[in-house]
T-cell receptor, first 112, second 108 residues
Framework: NAGVTQTPKFQVLKTGQSMTLQCAQD?????MYWYRQDPGMGLRLIYY???????DKGEVPNGYNVSRLNKREFSLRLESAAPSQTSVYFC???????????FGEGSRLTVL | KNEVEQSPQNLTAQEGEFITINCSYS?????LHWLQQHPGGGIVSLFM???GKKKHGRLIATINIQEKHSSLHITASHPRDSAVYIC??????????FGQGTRLTINP
């Protein structure tokens, strides 16, 4: 069982470059999320998707875009990376059954 | 003030000790999650609670909805329990609000 798979696991960017973080889940979950984790800040929601074709902003959406093209995949795009976006990014998915909440292994992004 | 407060922020104990981590929240919730994150690792959901108590192996989680408080207990702690434990609440159907985590270190 793969669960939630994120790629890439590590990435170094220069300021102004763009990149896309990919996330896929194989559990047929409706809801998917992108979080960032920074020291002393805990996990903060960037965007979420309650179902295929829908997306909503979280606490810290500025500088990011997302796409939920199908039920499995939810991608996060940085159009013009900034040093403030240096962080560890986690994708998660949740299902309708109580307790179902799964995280990917995280993607460590450094913007120079 | 954060909507979810955990205490303590850091906890160091000896192997075998009984551990308690607390979580207080200020919003109405439909559920509360306890998560575990090992150093450099991913995040695993340990429990989801909406009332009462749940037990899994040496881990016990309780919640008091009226007092807006939950505790995570670890009995007979072991060095492999060393991790960051995170409390997360669901104010609505979709969103989670996270505490800042409790860093637990169990020394042999």
């Amino acid at each position: 069982n793969a669960g939630v798979t994120q790629t890439p696991k590590f990435q170094v960017l220069k300021t102004g470059q763009s990149m896309t973080l990919q996330c896929a889940q194989d559990m047929n979950h409706n809801s998917m999320y992108w979080y960032r984790q920074d020291p002393g800040m805990g996990l903060r929601l960037i965007y979420y998707s309650a179902s295929e074709g829908t997306t909503d902003k979280g606490e810290v959406p500025n500088g990011y875009n997302v796409s939920r093209l199908n039920k499995r995949e939810f991608s996060l795009r940085l159009e013009s990376a900034a040093p403030s976006q240096t962080s560890v990014y986690f994708c998660a998915s949740s299902g309708d059954r109580a307790g179902e909440l799964f995280f990917g292994e995280g993607s460590r992004l450094t913007v120079l | 003030k954060n909507e979810v407060e955990q205490s303590p922020q850091n906890l160091t104990a000896q192997e075998g000790e009984f551990i308690t981590i607390n979580c207080s929240y200020s919003v109405g919730i439909s559920a509360l999650h306890w998560l575990q994150q090992h150093p450099g690792g991913g995040i695993v959901s340990l429990f989801m609670l909406s009332s009462g108590k749940k037990k899994h192996g040496r881990l016990i989680a309780t919640i008091n909805i009226q007092e807006k408080h939950s505790s995570l207990h670890i009995t007979a702690s072991h060095p492999r329990d060393s991790a960051v434990y995170i409390c997360a609440v669901r104010p609505g159907a979709q969103k989670l609000v996270f505490g800042q985590g409790t860093r637990l270190t169990i020394n042999p």
